[in-house]
């Protein structure tokens, strides 16, 4: 993988929209390398532990547990969230938990186009705060 690519996780329990959402990704977006999907909150727990993704997209209404609840469950979480829903209701809650943006369903390319873009201006600007904090120490 290049220093360009980030890794992203696809979280749903609808099969129609884990295709949907990574043939948008490989189509519109290269850099976004979808390591795996699953589909369900249990089984998205065992993937982000084994493929450590910068990036997931997480429903927030699966079978098993809600994305929060998946969230929770967590031990750590080192990476940006992209909540993906039918129900806008759940949006105030998305923005507690700290995500980075929020979808909803059926996916809109130019809304998937501006989460990406929210994403990529953040992950920019991590880096030279980390930078500029090393710098101040020396």
């Not at 329990?13 to 589909?39: G, N």
């Not at 469950?73 to 209701?89: A, G, K, R, W």
């Not at 809650?93 to 909803?104: E, G, H, K, S, T």
Request: proline share 4%.
């Amino acid at each position: 993988m290049s220093l360009d690519t980030t890794k992203c996780l696809i979280i749903d329990d609808d099969p129609f929209i884990l295709e949907l959402l990574q043939d948008k990704l490989d189509q519109h977006f290269p850099e976004m390398k979808v390591l795996t999907t699953a589909s369900s909150g249990r089984e998205g727990i065992e993937k982000i532990a084994i493929h450590t993704p910068e990036l997931v997209f997480l429903d927030v209404e699966m079978s098993d547990m809600t994305g929060f609840e998946m969230l929770a469950q967590l031990p750590d979480i080192y990476f940006q969230v992209i909540f993906i829903t039918s129900y806008s209701h759940y949006a105030i809650r998305a923005i507690r938990f700290n995500a980075l943006d929020y979808l909803l369903k059926p996916i809109d390319l130019g809304e998937l186009n501006k989460a990406i873009k929210r994403f990529k201006d953040q992950t920019r600007r991590k880096p030279q705060k980390a930078n500029m904090a090393l710098a101040m120490q020396k």
